[in-house]
């Protein structure tokens, strides 16, 4: 039986072309599921140093919801305290909006925030 050169660029293309399809199939089973689905939800955090941070999560939905905050080193997650939601809280703005950068940008764009002449 003769095989031509094509059959193993066909198979390389045909696998390559199903890792997205496996990819989108994980996503979307329970075992890819996002966190979100689960009702976790991240707050905020504030790094304390490059290794440390502290994180506050939302567990649950609807009234049983509360508010973890953890803190967070690459050897182990404490609960540092929990509490019930902060009014406001489902249109607080996510953890990284109006990052340090923009908030710099914006400032030197208005023409407040430079010593120097232009």
Known sequence: MTETPWVPVLWFVAIVALIPVALWLLRRSPVGGTMAASGLRTVGQLP??????VV???IGSGDDRTWLVLGV?????RTLHTM????GSATAAPA???????????????????????
Request: charged share 15%; proline share 7%.
């Open 73 to 77: 080193t690459p050897q182990q997650i």
């Open 56 to 58: 506050t999560i939302e």
């Open 96 to 118: 990284g909006a109006g990052s340090g950068f923009a908030q710099v940008l914006g400032r030197l764009r208005d023409g407040g925030g430079g010593t120097h002449a232009r």
């Open 84 to 87: 019930r939601p902060q009014p």
């Open 48 to 53: 304390l140093s490059a290794s440390q941070r």
